[in-house]
């Protein structure tokens, strides 16, 4: 470290160091509470067999009773109804009832006297909802700042920058940054930046412009991108105002080049972040790389930032693994801050990604262990299970039917459509249809939007759930509305 670098250091890392935070909102692992020590599993007659033995072969760590309700299919049942029908045995802690099922779980509490929750939609995900439970209460922490940039800011009118800084920010972004265009006036720069600031953001200035710079921070920017060699002399008019830096090297120069800059902002008291540059791949990508971990060599306590931006708006791949396997390095090494944007298609979400991201790789990091079977919202495309039933499940099943109404389930096999009179198997939705004894314009709307989604499962290797949204992580809609089925179901035969 530059002798004058390292006199000042201690001011610089303490003013760009960050407190871990946390929301419980985006933990995404259920509410914290102690490990209850009975349980009691609420169903309807037909998921009985299902969830006995998806018990039986999770061997939980807790003693467990089974209520089945006077009902036929459990997800059918709303809160007030089981309110009236359960009788909870004495010694339970717990009562999970149906993740389908309608209506808010404190009516089952206040008539029965204990703590009530609704389980998982698909009851094959029990094991895994129990087991993200147990880590609720320490996930969600991060320590990494999110800076997401607005591009070519001055060719935006006001109000649209205000809008893409108001998204960003409810996607996670801790700082918008304001990215100029060389060469371009911005006229309004400071105007902007003071309504930002009044609407409660914290706000950067992207540009190398001397002059820009000033007016950002006399605005109320707190952190300037970028200074090197060729302007770093702006540092004395930050000296006192307390806004940051990031530090660069010079163009074309190795990681020595910094240490000029270093020193003059040393000297001038103004606090910094180093980047050395992520480089695109092609472009001397993993060379960038290196560069990240030499810097935490030579700066052991130094605020770095990465511009992560660089990769994935550059990288013609889904941005969810390029965002983890980034924001994982930046974790490992200490690198406290990141910079990003969603201007290409596939870098859509990319803020909410990265929100996700330092939450799982900070878990992950801190403890020590592999970021899997935590929270899997960086999991679109692909599943992280496939849960299916066998043939001989099915058929089990369709036997204890006695209603009309058509049940459709899917496996890497093809798509399985039943009620009580028929059992219908095959690959090619048409030629099911086809096969389906339906006259109601309705119903077959119903049953060809819920064979096109089972189909889709299929092709892409995805859980199929009827009349639930397919997951696609961080992406995964709301399900239908729950009433659909009751309204549009199978007449019986006359």
């Given at each position: ?246 530090v660069i090297p010079d163009l074309g120069g190795s990681l020595d080049t910094l240490d000029p800059s ?233």
């Amino acid at each position: 470290m530059p002798a004058d670098a390292a006199r000042a250091f201690s001011a610089s890392a303490k003013a760009s160091a960050r407190p871990r935070h946390s929301s419980p909102e985006a933990s995404d692992g259920g509410t914290a509470r102690e490990a209850p020590g009975r349980i009691l599993f609420v169903t309807g007659k037909l998921a009985e067999p299902a969830l006995r033995r998806v018990l039986a072969e999770m061997a939980p760590p807790f003693a467990y009773d089974v209520a089945v309700l006077k009902i036929t299919v459990a997800a059918l049942m709303t809160t007030e109804w089981i309110a009236r029908a359960l009788e909870v045995p004495r010694g339970v802690d717990l009562v999970l009832i149906p993740g389908l099922c309608e209506g808010d779980p404190r009516a089952v509490a206040e008539k029965t006297g204990v703590a009530v929750e609704k389980g998982p939609k698909d009851l094959r995900e029990i094991p895994v909802h129990f087991g993200r439970a147990a880590v609720a209460a320490d996930y969600g922490e991060w320590d990494i700042e999110i800076l997401a940039e607005i591009n070519n800011a001055p060719r935006l009118t006001p109000a649209a920058v205000r809008d893409a800084a108001t998204y960003f920010k409810a996607s996670g972004a801790d700082i918008i940054d304001i990215g100029c265009t060389p060469g371009l006036p911005f006229p309004g720069l400071g105007a902007l930046i003071r309504d930002l600031v009044k609407e409660g953001m914290r706000v950067s200035i992207d540009t190398f412009d001397a002059a820009e710079i000033r007016e950002a921070v006399a605005a109320g920017a707190e952190l300037v991108l970028s200074v090197n060699g060729s302007n770093i002399d702006v540092a004395k008019d930050l000296a006192g105002t307390g806004a940051r830096v990031v530090v660069i090297p010079d163009l074309g120069g190795s990681l020595d080049t910094l240490d000029p800059s270093l020193n003059a902002l040393a000297r001038s008291n103004v606090p910094y972040l180093i980047d050395p540059v992520l480089e695109p791949i092609g472009h001397r990508f993993m060379a960038s790389l290196e560069r990240y971990a030499e810097v935490r060599r030579r700066h052991p306590d130094a605020g770095m930032l990465m511009g992560i931006g660089n990769l994935t708006e550059l990288t013609a791949a889904d941005t969810t693994g390029v965002n983890a396997l980034l924001i994982a390095v930046c974790q490992e090494l200490g690198i406290r801050a990141v910079l990003t944007t969603e201007v290409i298609p596939w870098a859509r979400g990319a803020v909410r990604e990265i929100d996700v991201a330092r939450r799982l790789m900070h878990y992950a990091v801190t403890r020590q262990t592999i970021p899997k079977g935590i929270d899997d919202r960086l999991v679109t495309v692909k599943d992280p299970a496939v849960l299916t039933y066998t043939e001989e499940e099915l058929r089990a099943l369709q036997a204890s039917i006695t209603d009309p109404n058509f049940r459709i389930f899917a496996d890497a096999g093809g798509i399985t459509v039943m009620n009580n009179d028929c059992f219908i198997r095959g690959t090619d939705i048409q030629e099911i249809f086809n096969r389906l004894p339906v006259d109601d314009p309705a119903h077959a709307f119903y049953l060809g939007k819920e064979l096109a989604r089972a189909s889709l499962a299929v092709t892409l290797g995805k859980t199929y759930r009827q009349e639930g949204a397919l997951a696609w992580g961080y992406l995964t809609p709301p399900d239908d509305p729950s009433s659909e089925h009751v309204r549009l179901t199978q007449k019986p035969a006359r």
